[in-house]
């Protein structure tokens, strides 16, 4: 049997040897250019390696509380049980309706509660307004914004209530 190459099989080698050329003339090098040098992407800031590390509920004033809440509220979403420690023990809020006074069982229930939306927007949701007031920081409903999904004042409740403990801010109420 004879093999025959018509002008398409001829084109369809020429291109194919082309190609293979291209890609293999970049395997060699020299030491000139540099060849034996590894990449290495910059080490970060020690700040920035510090901030990342902390809690971010263990920040000051309105910012903390604000960061302790949004945290919470993302992890419930993902069933997360780590956010627990936003949760203040013997606080009203331990005992409501979403936790039922057990935290590592109420946050493992909570996907499966929320509705896909309502899920969603908990897991965008940004923390923007509250108030201090006395030793307790008050963060309303409307504070919280979402970057997708929706969520009414029902699928939460009307305002978050967090007390510093001394290390980290929590929900009371």
Request: hydrophobic content about 35%; charged content about 25%.
């Amino acid at each position: 049997m004879a093999l025959r190459f018509t002008s398409r099989t001829v084109g369809a080698l020429a291109v194919t040897a082309l190609v293979t050329t291209f890609l293999t003339s970049g395997c060699g090098g020299d030491d000139k250019d540099g060849g034996n040098k590894v990449f290495r992407p910059p080490s970060p800031s020690p700040s920035a390696t510090v901030q990342e590390d902390t809690d971010p509920g263990t920040r000051e004033g309105i910012e903390g509380a604000r960061a302790a809440l949004q945290a919470f509220l993302r992890g419930q979403a993902s069933g997360d049980q780590g956010v627990c420690r936003y949760v203040a023990q013997d606080g009203d809020f331990l005992r409501g309706p979403a936790l039922r006074g057990d935290c590592p069982a109420g946050i493992r229930n909570t996907p499966h509660l929320l509705r896909p939306q309502e899920r969603e927007a908990l897991r965008t949701v940004s923390v923007k307004g509250g108030r201090l007031a006395d030793e307790e920081a008050v963060i309303p409903f409307s504070a919280l914004h979402s970057e997708s999904g929706s969520m009414t004042e029902r699928t939460l409740q009307d305002e978050f209530t967090l007390r510093h403990n001394g290390e980290i801010w929590q929900i009371v109420k």
